[in-house]
């Protein structure tokens, strides 16, 4: 693979919601950029949360943090999109499906017009869904186009197990893979604290009832979304910190491991669709899989996951 060299320092969002808000003021304290373009339908409110991100930059770098439109698309090193509907109340990610293709429809033309020659991230819901939207519409190599995916979920498991097992959670490692939404599977046979299996760390912390805490655990972070929205109706704080992680790891090219959304070519029997598997991220985007071990349990549930993102793909019109 030809190794594509960021030299631009600058970042675009599209959308400027609490979702998007929230990411660039997580962007804004990273350092990443010197430059993060806010674009939104409504321009007035791209221009006031440009401006109120702004009063903090003499406590973070120097950086230019503006209002623009699709032009800025054409050096930018990331694109982010979260524009679309938001998740309400009693809906689930995939009841977002035709709105949001139809906002995708109106904004990923404009980004292939400007020959766009960064990466694509998509955050907006239904993620994988919407990734494999934006790879049909840019035209774009498929390495280079990136959904979220279940970054944020893993992130959440990660957190509930530290809770759980009374240890620092970036000890934990565990993912969440297939869908960002109801049928995501926790990939617990290979979930393990600093290469010690979890059971065994379990016990070693106290716990024996290895059936009922996980799936206490698995329920909890798949709900976790649902319970925020009842409360506050959205989420935001921790995509926001999902969202700059991911480009950490491609304007740093650090080849981390991450479960992102992309499409998934043979891995597990599964093939032509978007979804969320580990994966070497670096400044090219996807580099390669990293095939970790399931049970077939759960090798099972991912087929059918992704069987499900394939049958509503097939319904949409592109």
Not at 22 to 49: H, R, W, Y
Not at 102 to 112: L, N, Q
Not at 161 to 169: A, I, K, M
Not at 194 to 218: D, F, Q, W
């Amino acid at each position: 693979m030809k190794k594509k060299v960021i030299n631009s320092k600058k970042a675009v969002m599209i959308g400027c919601g609490f979702v998007g808000s929230a990411s660039v003021f997580a962007l804004m304290q990273s350092g990443l950029f010197t430059e993060i373009v806010l674009i939104d339908a409504d321009k007035n409110k791209a221009e006031g949360e440009a401006m109120d991100i702004s009063h903090g930059i003499p406590f973070a770098s120097p950086m230019k943090i503006y209002a623009g439109d699709y032009d800025d698309v054409a050096d930018a090193a990331i694109v982010a999109i979260s524009a679309g509907a938001g998740q309400k109340p009693g809906e689930t990610r995939l009841d977002l499906v035709n709105k949001n293709v139809a906002i995708f429809k109106s904004i990923i033309p404009e980004i292939a017009k400007r020959n766009f020659a960064g990466i694509m991230l998509v955050v907006a819901n239904p993620v994988d869904i919407l990734t494999q939207v934006a790879i049909k519409l840019s035209g774009l190599p498929e390495n280079r186009v990136i959904g979220s995916g279940t970054v944020l979920d893993s992130a959440r498991l990660r957190y509930k197990l530290g809770e759980h097992l009374s240890v620092d959670s970036r000890s934990v490692h565990a993912f969440i893979v297939g869908e960002h939404g109801d049928s995501e599977v926790v990939a617990w046979s290979s979930a393990n604290v600093s290469g010690v299996p979890l059971s065994e760390m379990c016990e070693m912390r106290g716990h024996y009832k290895h059936k009922e805490n996980t799936a206490e655990i698995a329920t909890a972070v798949k709900n976790s979304a649902y319970e925020i929205i009842n409360k506050k109706h959205a989420t935001y704080y921790g995509i926001a910190m999902s969202v700059k992680r991911i480009c950490e790891v491609i304007m740093r090219d650090e080849k981390s491991i991450l479960p992102v959304s992309h499409m998934i070519h043979g891995v597990y029997d599964i093939d032509g669709v978007s979804l969320s598997m580990p994966a070497i991220v670096g400044a090219d985007g996807i580099e390669s899989d990293i095939p970790i071990n399931l049970s077939g349990e759960e090798a099972l549930k991912l087929k059918e996951s992704a069987d499900s993102l394939k049958k509503i793909m097939e319904t949409i019109e592109l």
